[in-house]
Every structure is written in C-alpha cells, then in structure tokens.
C-alpha cells in the first residue's frame, strides 16, 4: 500500500506537529514527509526526533533532504533564497 | 587521503561559517562536516546551501544525520533533548 503524506512546519507548537504524524501512521500511513523552511527547520528536526526515540512506533527516519527555494518577498517584490528540508519517516 | 574537517555552527553570520567552509576545501579537505544543536540548525542548513549552489566547487551534500543530544541546562541543572544535525559535504 502506498500511502504517504505530507506535514509542513510553521507557527505552532512543536507537539502540535508530533501528533499530526502520530495520528497519520496511526490511520495507516506508511510513510509521512516533514516538511520546512528557513527557521522551521529545526522544529522539523525537533518533531522528527521526538515522533522517532520518544514514541516507539516502529517508525524511522529514512531519507533527509535539503533544498533551496525562492521565495517572492510581501514587502519588496524581491526573489529570496530559502532554504527547506524534506524529513521522510517510514516503518 | 582522508582528510575530514568539522565546522560547528554558532552564532556568527552564515557567511562566516561558508566561508571556513570553503577554505577548508581550498586547502585540501576531501570532506567537511557541518554540525549544528537547536535553532542552529536552519543555518547550518543554508551553510551547506550557499557552499554547494552560490560557490559551485564541485563539492555536494553526501549524507545528513539528525540525532537528539541530552544538554545540562546551566540555570537549572536539568538534562534537557535537544536536536542535532551533521550535514556531510563531500567532492
């Protein structure tokens, strides 16, 4: 069965995005992507490491990638280099 | 000649860590690994970034590695997880 989601990191509280992928495996999920930019990154980490070494779940981190994308600035117009990260979980 | 250099990534500006990063390669490194705890993380991240795609010197992202690290909080003594990343470039 190939099933697999996708969770983007923003503003919320880093247990908020725990349990979104805790509840995706739980709904049969094979795999989810962790998915962030710029300073979200590290709380794409967080969430990673947490939903792997605290909740046992049989799931692991299979695949890391990163990445640079452009983003169009609100206030000037300007293309801005980001960068993002791509987390994939799976059992 | 294995040759590997570690860079950690602080609280300087972004281009300071690129810019050891390319001196290392300039003086022969075959590898440097970039290694960052927390909110560090998002720019160890462009670090690697910026080397690969801005500078193009022929070096690539090989690997990456996200574990958790068990800190002793100064104010309270506490051991507190914090996440980690080792991002390996490579030729």
């Given amino acids: 069965m190939q099933n ?9 509280p880093v247990m908020n995005y725990v349990l979104a992928c805790l509840t995706l495996f ?7 992507i962790i998915k962030a930019r710029g300073r979200a990154i590290s709380k794409a980490v967080d969430v990673a490491q947490i939903a792997v070494k605290r909740f046992a779940t049989g799931m692991d981190v299979k ?6 994308e452009q983003v169009k600035s609100n206030e000037t117009g300007n293309l801005n280099n980001v960068s993002s990260i791509e987390i994939y979980l799976g059992k």
Same sequence: chains 1, 2.
């Fill in 4 to 12: 697999t989601n996708t969770i983007f990191i923003g503003q919320k």
């Fill in 26 to 32: 739980q709904n049969g999920s094979d795999s989810v």
């Fill in 63 to 68: 695949k890391i990638n990163i990445d640079t």
